[in-house]
């Protein structure tokens, strides 16, 4: 498996992503807003994209569909939910569904809700595995939930699936949004070493080659995954007298992303 992350260098700091197989050099475009880039960097490496997958029904995920299928032919995918908001979906997808990218790429389905209730991610069967997530993880971060989404089912999907990951997961997700989201964990976890670090290498990163996390490291730096850190629950305590002694993880995630929604 190939994996081309493409940053768009728009005001809403897209990654776009081609995964190619490569035997075949046939290629998937995951949310290919930027169709122009996507396109030229399909034909500069020899691969032909033939389906488009939409990892929720958002524009700036979607915008790209279009010119992307009027020069391939692409074949659009997408939660099966999402039929009536994405013009065009030729398949819809559930949980536990496999993608298969040429003859040897395969991709299992997640039903991810929370940043929207349409939401997939996809992960790849790989020794290495990766997660395409969508909007759904950032690094060091989490999605909002404010089009279409809830909280409640955003925090099911980190306790019962991404939580649940191998450490070694390779983590591409839909924006870079790192550098707003470690200084959110350093507000919430000032005494967070490893996030203090890691915010000093990424402040002035070439998007182009962005740095890539993994499971691992988000429990380290990721405050959506430090529930249970006495730093995390004394701080979100000076924002919310009322909050119970020992809160739980649940609690702790949804006061969170309160906090960070006016952050």
Partial sequence: MIVEQIW???????????????????ALAIDPLDHKKCLAVAKDRGWTITHILNTHEHGDHIGGNKPVVAATGAKVLAHANAKDKIPGMDRGLDAGDVVKVGTGVELLVLDTPGHTMSHVCLLSKTDTPALFCGDTLFNAGAGNCHNGGHPNELYDTFAAQLSKLPDNTLIYPGHDYIKNNLEFTLDRE????????LLGDVAQQDTDTAMVTSIGLEREINTFFRLHSPSVIARLRESF???????DAKTVFLKLRELRNSW
């Fill in 8 to 26: 768009t260098g728009n005001a809403y700091r897209n990654f776009n992503y081609l995964i190619a197989c490569p035997d075949t050099g046939q």
């Fill in 190 to 197: 000032p005494d967070n070493k490893r996030a203090q670090s």
């Fill in 241 to 247: 007298s009322d909050l119970p002694e020992h809160p």
